[in-house]
């Protein structure tokens, strides 16, 4: 079965440029989720976005922001990267209409130097 | 608002040991309850699940039962083995007949089963 797809799996970036995240959900999702998860922590929600407009925001820094596209996929997108921001990042994707789970994607480990 | 809180760790055990992990959590609504598991490297993998009072979610030996009486959800397996060493979250959402909730986690708690 199709799952959630995040690339890149692995970023490296210096502290003060830019990221970009991005997550496919599984077909027919058209709600996405992304969570931060930092070392030896619990994963923390950012933002989520149902049918392509933001339907719920968490503890995401004004540094970040994300969409949902057209054809679902979201972007996460982070600007002047601090030390703090190294985790790993979750993308996960749900089938509206209440009641199902999220399934979440492997992740992708950002590493601010 | 909802959290999530479960027993500290980390849990050390000897294989075919009992495992229990017990979790509690506080919400406004009805929500749904999830047992995560991660192992050393990897993403968030889903174990269990209960939707409703007295459900019980059940996967690879482990089952947790939702009591709503007493907002709990605690993790049992009967005997573990090695390969169970992992971290596991408790988690809820709210759902509230909604498209559009998040996954609320408990802090994790780190397994580690010996031989």
């Known amino acids: 079965a199709a799952g959630v797809i995040q690339s890149p799996r692995h970023l490296i970036k210096e502290k003060r440029e830019t990221a970009t995240l991005k997550c496919y959900p599984i077909?027919?999702?058209?709600?996405v989720y992304w969570y931060q998860q930092g070392p030896g922590q619990d994963p923390q929600f950012l933002i989520s976005?149902?049918?392509?407009?933001?339907?719920d925001k968490g503890s995401i820094p004004d540094r970040f922001s994300a969409q949902q596209f057209s054809d679902y996929h979201s972007e996460l997108n982070m600007s002047s990267l601090e030390l703090g921001d190294s985790a790993l990042y979750f993308c996960?994707?749900?089938?509206?209409?209440?009641?199902?789970?999220?399934?979440f994607g492997p992740g992708t480990r950002l590493t601010v130097t | 608002g909802d959290s999530v809180t479960q027993m500290e760790g980390p849990v050390t055990l000897s294989e075919e040991a009992f495992l229990t992990i017990n979790c509690t959590y506080t919400?406004?609504?009805?929500?749904?309850l999830f047992w995560y598991v991660q192992y050393p490297g990897e993403g968030l993998q889903l174990l269990l699940k209960?939707?409703?009072?007295?459900d019980k979610g059940s996967n690879k030996g482990f089952e947790a039962t939702y009591r709503k009486e007493t907002t709990s959800f605690h993790l049992e397996k009967g005997s573990v083995q090695v390969s169970d060493s992992a971290v596991y979250f408790c988690?809820?959402?709210?759902?509230?007949?909604?498209?559009?909730?998040?996954?609320?986690f408990g802090p994790g708690t780190s397994l580690s089963v010996i031989p």
């Open positions: 976005f149902y049918e392509k407009m933001q339907s």
């Open positions: 077909p027919r999702h058209d709600t």
């Open positions: 988690a809820l959402s709210e759902g509230h007949g909604t498209s559009y909730d998040k996954v609320i």
């Open positions: 919400a406004t609504g009805y929500p749904s």
């Open positions: 209960a939707t409703k009072a007295d």
């Open positions: 996960a994707s749900r089938k509206g209409g209440g009641g199902y789970e999220q399934y």
